[in-house]
């Protein structure tokens, strides 16, 4: 849903101008593309993808070390932030601009839908300093499902995975399914054929 507080609204757009990606890789797309379909339904504006980390607004976006976010890396340095973790700041002189920075560029992922999570709950993103490091490495969700796609253990109906296209088929709730692990912090999935021979 929209943010419907106008004050917030304005405060939200000044801050998040731009989104500047650290390198052009698979992981960074997929934060950018996730940023960007967030805010534009969070705010209701597009939010252009640049190369200029110094520009007033720029959100930026990459892992620890890249030089785009050489202004963050001091206090990413400071941060205990793990194998996957990441911080959320905002910059303190010059323009202001906001970094996600990310141990990995997977780290960099769960701190772009932790922005977006701030922002639906109406929380400030104006003086970020927000350090998260997972407590687990492992983080999964275990299916048990039948090669006849019968579930096993868990809810009604057929298997989400058709095992009989797989894997050179994905069907859309796959990548579905995918954005909704990573927004929680899921970092794997196990399949079980149960009654496998």
Excluded: M
Aim: proline share 6%.
């Amino acid at each position: 849903p929209r943010v419907r507080d106008a004050a917030a609204l304005g405060a939200y757009r000044g801050q998040l101008r731009t989104i500047v990606p650290a390198a052009d890789t698979p992981t960074l797309r997929a934060a950018v593309a996730e940023l960007q379909r967030g805010l534009y339904g969070l705010l209701g504006c597009e939010v252009p993808v640049s190369a200029d980390p110094e520009a007033p607004g720029a959100l930026l976006l990459g892992p620890r070390g890249a030089p785009a976010l050489a202004a963050f890396e001091s206090a990413a340095t400071a941060a205990d932030l793990g194998r996957e973790g990441f911080l959320l700041q905002t910059s303190t002189g010059g323009p202001s601009r906001t970094g996600i920075v990310g141990t990995n560029e997977l780290g960099a992922l769960y701190g772009a839908f932790h922005l977006l999570r701030l922002i639906q709950c109406g929380q400030s993103t104006q003086r970020l300093s927000s350090a998260s490091r997972p407590r687990v490495g492992l983080r999964l969700l275990n299916h048990w499902d039948n090669l006849d796609r019968t579930v096993e253990r868990g809810y009604a109906g057929f298997s989400l995975w058709d095992w009989q296209k797989l894997p050179h088929y994905r069907e859309p709730r796959y990548t579905d399914y995918a954005r909704a692990c990573a927004s929680l912090g899921i970092n794997g999935s196990v399949l079980t054929n149960v009654n496998a021979d």
